[in-house]
């Protein structure tokens, strides 16, 4: 018992925590040892383990059954902008029977949820924003590549070799999803909403955004629905990320306010991104990029004079540490998103 406590301690540490994830968590399980010298020294203490571990018992015997659902993966497409690399995937989830249909997982915006891939590793779940709307056809997530030999960058891999070999078919590929998790984005709680994403922090906001677009283009935003203006700022570095989303950006730019009053705008910003020049020799998907970081403090200082603002953020701690201080200095209302474990 002695030997626990520290051994849990040094694994909670971010070198352990980020890179050996399933080291760190599978760790905990060594508190089982306390709850045995506990009942050793007093047998009737299972009168006050027992409804802790009762309550953990449930939670992970619920997690088990909405792992177990049937899943389909529809496409697996590996993204590549220079070095970045991010693996697209859309499933749909099956109901029960022969002649059962598929849909897509019932979610709301905002949330994520727990990947498993067998053949990538058989008891690793690993969690990622849903990038897609819940009416989308596919749920879908873009994940990014991330350190050597992580789970990442095998998922970029396999779908590298599912769309260069056909002896690979991406339907024959086993994925097990649980979830929805996490408290979803509410649309009536906020009349000028600023979207600001980094990177791949851009799932979560794409997924509000889209959501948003798609009630508002179909009359179904609801009377208590107060949503004035919706901005989306996103700093990537590669403007070759744009490409993803550009389904839904080429949509928002054509459409304007559409059939209501809300407005909705994309603003994409790229350091990298050097002369106009360069932009039309890349395509469609340079020409609605702002060269230079997005102005953070100008965008939030335009929400005080708003009633019912919001500030959410999912990027890099930088980002996020940035726009935190500017919404507290303006006493506008901040929300942040983060994965990091």
């Not at 990538?120 to 990622?128: D, G, K, S, T, V």
């Amino acid at each position: 018992m002695c030997l626990v406590l520290p051994i849990m301690g040094v694994l909670t540490l971010d070198l352990f925590r980020r890179k050996y994830f399933e080291v760190f968590y599978f760790s905990h399980f060594l508190s089982m040892v306390f709850f045995l010298g506990v009942l050793w020294h007093a047998a009737s203490a299972w009168y006050f383990l027992l409804p802790g571990l009762a309550l953990w018992m449930i939670d992970h015997a619920l997690r088990f059954t909405k792992s177990c659902q049937r899943t389909q993966l529809e496409v697996l497409i590996p993204h590549t902008a220079q070095s970045v690399g991010i693996t697209e995937l859309r499933f749909s989830i099956l109901g029960h029977g022969a002649s059962a249909s598929a849909s897509p997982l019932k979610f709301e915006a905002g949330q994520y949820l727990f990947l498993n891939v067998p053949s990538i590793a058989m008891l690793e779940f690993h969690p990622f924003t849903i990038s897609s709307s819940p009416f989308d056809q596919f749920t879908s997530c873009h994940i990014k590549a991330m350190d050597k030999g992580s789970f990442t960058e095998k998922l970029y891999e396999l779908a590298t070799k599912a769309n260069n070999f056909s002896s690979i078919v991406t339907s024959s590929i086993i994925v097990n999803v649980d979830g929805p998790y996490g408290m979803p984005f509410d649309i009536n709680k906020h009349s000028h909403v600023l979207l600001l994403g980094g990177g791949i922090g851009i799932t979560p906001l794409h997924s509000i955004l889209r959501t948003i677009l798609l009630l508002r283009d179909s009359n179904q935003l609801g009377e208590a629905c107060v949503l004035q203006k919706v901005t989306l700022m996103w700093a990537v570095p590669n403007p070759e990320l744009t490409s993803l989303f550009e389904h839904t950006f080429a949509k928002i730019r054509e459409a304007g306010k559409g059939k209501s009053d809300l407005f909705l705008e994309v603003k994409v910003y790229c350091s990298a991104v050097t002369d106009a020049a360069d932009e039309r020799e890349n395509g469609v998907a340079r020409q609605h990029v702002i060269k230079g970081r997005p102005p953070i403090q100008a965008a939030i200082d335009e929400l005080q004079t708003c009633t019912m603002p919001l500030v959410f953020v999912c990027g890099p701690p930088t980002m996020v540490d940035q726009a935190k201080e500017c919404a507290t200095k303006a006493s506008v209302p901040f929300h942040s998103e983060t994965f990091l474990l």
